[in-house]
């Protein structure tokens, strides 16, 4: 077969594959996570992916009656890998936008904590207004709720955008930067974990319905509903049977992480 | 040593970032059959009477050599997925075609490498005599027994330290993947830097582990050079 | 005008974002030009030290030059911006803290001494690439060992220079998209920040065509460049320059490529 004809071929495969869709058997299910957001996932020095998230997978998969494996991915190229099927869902404390609605399928609401802002111990301030922090360096992740409610309300600060939350945090900690935008919980984890002292958190804001939607779900190629609709019903199971809440206090405490 | 104990302790990161380095390894080494076959394949293609093939041959060097290695692996890592999927969407269920992030990771690299080392080939096609090409065709060989047995067993030994050149590349390349997703000794170096909060113990370590695995690797590459050159010193 | 540009290619992706890669655009160049003159300047005296029959001297630089071009770019930068923010407290001591502040500094550290090693054997390839005999026939002809490096040496090195160095200045335009992962809102960076808008991987192939013309251009201007300055061997064939299709064969030891 010559070059051309290949070519050719190639081609018409593409066309022929993009009105496709099929029902699929799912007997295992690959899990996607950015691993770097402890303590909802992240690396351990075994290699392995461990935290809430994962456990809570477990939960979901033994409810659907299907194996699940866990792969690390970096969250810049989480949708990507998704959509090019690199894995099957995203369990990574993904809120649920309207913007990434557009390219992927979500789940129902299973976490929704607040964003938060931390700060250097030595910086007395509790002004958290866009005109306290007016000049002043704020890090957060990007690609994320955060960097985007700080792209529209605190335009007057100077943003600095990083490939994971931790490293925001780490830049606070050695005084790269004057505040820290980020999850209430993982901002609170680093602090209690790693920070010796060195930040604290100022406050939590108010979730922006339409920036940081109503909360984390599972993320799916948009082909996948029947996939969906599996961890729709898993996810309620959970709830019903306590399990959630059991998982909840080991990991939390007392502290109530949907937004109830 | 508490900073022993971060390395070889039961909880340290010594074990990653070793199997890391394994990692890293594994990836070049992989690499090197499918980045320079290609780029062979492309050179030998640019040299075709096909004008249009010839053109589409000189496109894909030039882009994939002309943007961020980075970009190309960003590129080749989610675009290839995509493609595949589609194509292995056509033959139903059945058959689809799983690539892991260490095989993806691998062909990424092995598009850059192709579009490297392509110039090398190009080159050390270009400098084998054109007198023997054609003294061998006038002897009736045809053009592909000419260049099998003639040019071929020539060229490794010219190309030799242009590859070696994009091997040393290609080695430091596979830390781009770590960017991604696989847990290669950049990766886990990071990763431990980022647990411990010891980037000063884990970062060095890591650029000497990638000292050592350069040094050995210029080393056994002298050595293939001097053999190579074994008859013509 | 150039901020007009999208206008007229008239795609939208690219017309809503363009202010923003471009201002990336900016820092890229800024970073790329700064890192590569320092670089260049340095590079110089580097390999005249490696060069040097001083062996301590010798072998430091070539201790510098093989460690930066050992290990990945990316292993230095991190090493660079994470390991000083972890000696922050002694940094600040001696003053030095305000410059590893700024992540900006942090990428320009880290490229301008990859690139001074880099370029340093570039250097050290062109001078060696001077026949020894035409330094001899000058110092019998009784020119001080200055005018030699000035009239005869640095004019013949410059030429089988140019080619690797543009070639670095390619690698290094390459590698600053690396920037990106500490934070710098570089073209890399700036493609980042719209692809996360816009969840459209399109921005990634726009991104790098904008790369590809930077990198392209230069490739061919140095090609003129090159052809115009080496006009009287092309006469002569002189076999002291090796000829462009060789180019690999010495790019081994003079034209590294980054990262």
């Known amino acids: ?260 | 040593m508490a900073f022993l104990d971060l390395i070889i302790g039961p909880d340290g990161w010594g074990n990653l970032l070793m199997q890391g380095a394994a990692v890293t390894v594994a990836i070049a080494v992989t690499t090197v059959p499918f980045g320079f076959g290609g780029g062979l394949l492309l050179a030998i293609l640019k040299g075709s009477p096909n004008r249009l093939l010839r053109a589409g041959c000189d496109a894909f060097t030039t882009f994939f050599r002309g943007i961020p290695d980075l970009l190309s692996l960003f590129i080749v890592y989610f675009g290839l997925q995509a493609a595949l999927d589609k194509v292995s969407k056509l033959f139903g269920e059945s058959v689809h075609i799983e690539v892991s992030a260490f095989v993806a990771g691998v062909i990424a690299l092995s598009v850059v490498a192709a579009a490297y080392s392509s110039e090398v080939w190009v080159s050390a096609i270009s400098s084998v005599p054109k007198g023997q090409i054609e003294a061998a065709l006038s002897l009736g060989l045809t053009k592909s027994q000419t260049f099998r047995n003639i040019v071929l067993p020539q060229l490794f030994r010219i190309a030799l330290p242009g590859l070696g050149n994009i091997w040393t590349i290609l080695l430091k390349d596979t830390s781009l993947i770590s960017t991604l997703a696989v847990m290669d000794l950049m990766r886990a170096a990071f990763e431990a830097a980022r647990f411990t909060r010891q980037p000063l113990i884990f970062l060095p370590l890591a650029a000497g582990i990638y000292l050592i695995i350069s040094i050995v690797s210029t080393i056994v590459q002298s050595q293939l050079e001097r053999r190579s050159n074994r008859a013509y010193a | 005008m150039l901020e007009n540009l999208s206008s007229f290619i008239g795609l939208p992706l690219l017309e809503d974002n363009w202010p923003r890669l471009w201002s990336g655009l900016l820092i890229t160049f800024e970073i790329v030009i700064t890192s590569c003159s320092i670089g260049f300047v340095l590079a110089y005296p580097l390999c005249l030290a490696r060069m040097s029959k001083n062996w301590v001297l010798s072998k430091a630089v070539l201790g510098y030059v093989t460690l930066f071009r050992g290990t990945p770019l990316l292993c230095q930068l991190y090493l660079v911006y994470y390991g000083a923010g972890q000696i922050r407290p002694f940094l600040t001591d001696i003053g030095l803290w305000t410059f590893f502040r700024e992540a900006y500094f942090c990428c320009l550290l880290a490229f301008t001494l990859n690139t001074a090693a880099y370029q340093s054997e570039i250097f050290r390839g062109a001078l060696s690439a001077v026949p020894k005999g035409q330094v001899e026939a000058a110092r019998a002809l009784g020119l001080s060992s200055f005018a030699i490096t000035r009239h005869v040496i640095f004019p013949q090195a410059l030429l089988v220079a140019i080619r690797p160095l543009g070639n670095e200045v390619i690698g290094i335009i390459k590698a600053s998209a690396l920037s990106a992962i500490v934070t710098l809102p570089d073209l890399m960076g700036a493609t980042r920040t719209v692809y996360s808008h816009t969840f459209d991987f399109q921005i990634y192939l726009y991104c790098a065509l904008i790369y590809l013309a930077l990198t392209e251009t230069i490739r061919r201007v140095l090609l003129v460049v090159e052809a115009r300055y080496s006009r009287h061997l092309h006469v002569t064939a002189s076999a002291a320059v090796a000829a462009p299709k060789q180019r690999w064969g010495r790019a081994r030891q003079v034209t590294p490529q980054t990262p």
């Not at chain 1, 250097?120 to 360096?137: E, H, Q, Y």
């Not at chain 1, 010796?196 to 599972?218: D, L, Q």
């Not at chain 1, 909840?248 to 937004?259: A, P, Q």
Request: charged share 20%; glycine share 8%.
């Open chain 1, 1 to 260: 077969m010559n070059s051309t004809k290949f070519a050719a071929l190639l081609g018409l495969a593409a066309l022929m594959a993009a009105g496709t869709a099929q029902a699929k058997d799912w007997k295992t299910v690959r899990v996607g996570m950015d691993a770097t957001y402890a303590p909802f996932e992240s690396v351990n020095p075994k290699g392995e992916i461990v935290g809430w998230e994962v456990e809570y997978g477990n939960l979901l998969c033994a409810k659907m009656k299907v194996t699940c494996t866990y792969q690390n991915q970096d969250w810049d190229g989480i949708i990507p890998s998704l959509l090019a099927n690199k894995f099957d869902v995203i369990l990574s404390s993904m809120n649920i936008t309207a913007a990434r609605a557009q390219k992927v399928l979500f789940s129902d609401m299973y976490v929704a904590t607040p964003p938060a802002f931390s700060t250097t111990a030595s910086n007395k301030s509790n002004d958290i207004s866009p005109a306290a922090l007016k000049g002043k360096t704020i890090g957060t992740q990007s690609s994320t709720i955060h960097s985007n409610y700080l792209e529209k309300f605190y335009k007057d600060s100077v943003i600095k955008t990083y490939p994971t939350q931790d490293e925001p945090n780490q830049d606070l900690a050695s005084g790269r930067i004057d505040y820290v935008m980020g999850d209430v919980i993982v901002t609170q984890d680093f602090i209690d974990k790693h920070g010796n002292g060195c930040c604290r958190v100022v406050a939590a804001i108010k979730r922006v319905p339409e920036i940081h939607g109503p909360g984390v779900g599972a993320a799916f190629r948009p082909d996948d509903k029947d996939l969906a609709a599996m961890f729709n019903k898993a996810i309620a199971e959970v709830d019903a049977d306590g399990s959630y809440v059991t998982l909840e206090k080991k990991y939390f405490g007392s502290l109530d992480i949907r937004g109830k």
